[in-house]
């Protein structure tokens, strides 16, 4: 992606979803940061709790029951978005039950204020909506069927509505498998 950065000058850049469980929180960012700067602020971040564990299997990388899985990836978009927002000159400290961080200079700093865009992914009924409602930019829906898409826009509406946020300010996205 930093090359594709480096190489082109209007693309939106991201990977659709990475799998929190394949990265730490203060790394990822740094990453993401690096790539918005190198391509003048065109970077969206796609972060998803993980969710296909034969992948983790076989590169060897821990795959924790769901729950788990989504609490480190909660705490990964606090972190995530708590080093891109801290002010130049002051430090970031982080203290989770899964990740703990102390005095980071925060840095660097993302070109896109006050932050890339989150596309998030998810498919639960309660926690993703009330996650998509609060972080993301974007709400991608992995392989849904077609009869449940409708009600899980309605439950990440409902969950904007209850933090009073537009609905509309959230775009969906659908991954889709589609039979020739």
Known sequence: MAALARETRSIRLGTLMTAATFRQPGPLAIAVAQVDQMSGGRVDFGFAPGWYEPEHA?????????????????EQLE????????????????????????????????????RPPIVMGGRGPRRTPRRVAQWADEYNYDFPALVDIAPQRERVAAACQAIGRDPASVRLSVIARVRA
């Open 58 to 74: 076989s590169y060897g990388v821990p795959f924790p029951d769901t729950g788990e899985r989504i609490d480190r990836f909660e």
């Open 79 to 114: 972190i995530i978005t708590g080093l891109w927002q801290t002010p130049v000159g002051e430090r970031f400290s982080y203290q989770g039950k899964h990740y703990q961080l102390t005095d980071s200079p925060a840095l660097p700093k993302p070109v896109q204020s006050p």
